[in-house]
């Protein structure tokens, strides 16, 4: 991967990768760290990347970021004591948006990831499977078990 190649990267999939991680952690700064922590893997390993599979790439690094980060966090349980703080989450526009948005968050960190990479990021099983670690039969149970 050549340094244009990651400018490309960082315009095309920016956006993409900060609405899932913001979706996911529903916290700004922390969707901000892992999305920067993803880009500054995939520069560091820029060499090895390539630019067609850059995109699941930055993906499965901000991916595993944010199951440490859950797992760091179980231990500590100091969300609820910040709830007060900016979560970084658009006011609820109408009705429908507010029921998804409940139904998202009582979903466990995994599900919620796999619903949407499915549903919003528009990922083919086979690609979310190689960005969770788990294969494709897995994915699909998984997300009917979530959508349920």
Not at 70 to 87: G, I, V
Not at 96 to 121: C, F, H, P, T
Request: hydrophobic share 35%; proline share 1%.
């Amino acid at each position: 991967m050549t340094e244009k190649d990651y400018n490309e990267c960082v315009t095309n999939y920016s956006d993409a990768l900060y609405r899932f991680m913001l979706k996911t952690t529903q916290h700004r700064a922390d969707a901000e760290d892992m999305v920067q922590n993803a880009y500054e893997v995939l520069w560091q390993n820029r060499a090895e990347i390539n630019p067609d599979t850059a995109k699941a790439y930055l993906f499965k690094v901000a991916y595993n970021k944010m199951i440490d980060h859950y797992r760091k966090n179980s231990r500590m349980d100091l969300h609820e004591s910040f709830e007060y703080l900016d979560r970084g989450v658009e006011e609820k526009r109408n009705n429908l948006k507010a029921v998804l948005e409940q139904a998202l968050a009582r979903l466990s960190e995994q599900n919620r990831s796999l619903v949407l990479l499915k549903d919003y990021e528009g990922y083919s099983y086979e690609e979310i499977g190689n960005i969770t670690g788990l294969n494709p039969s897995q994915v699909k149970v998984y997300l009917h078990r979530s959508r349920l």
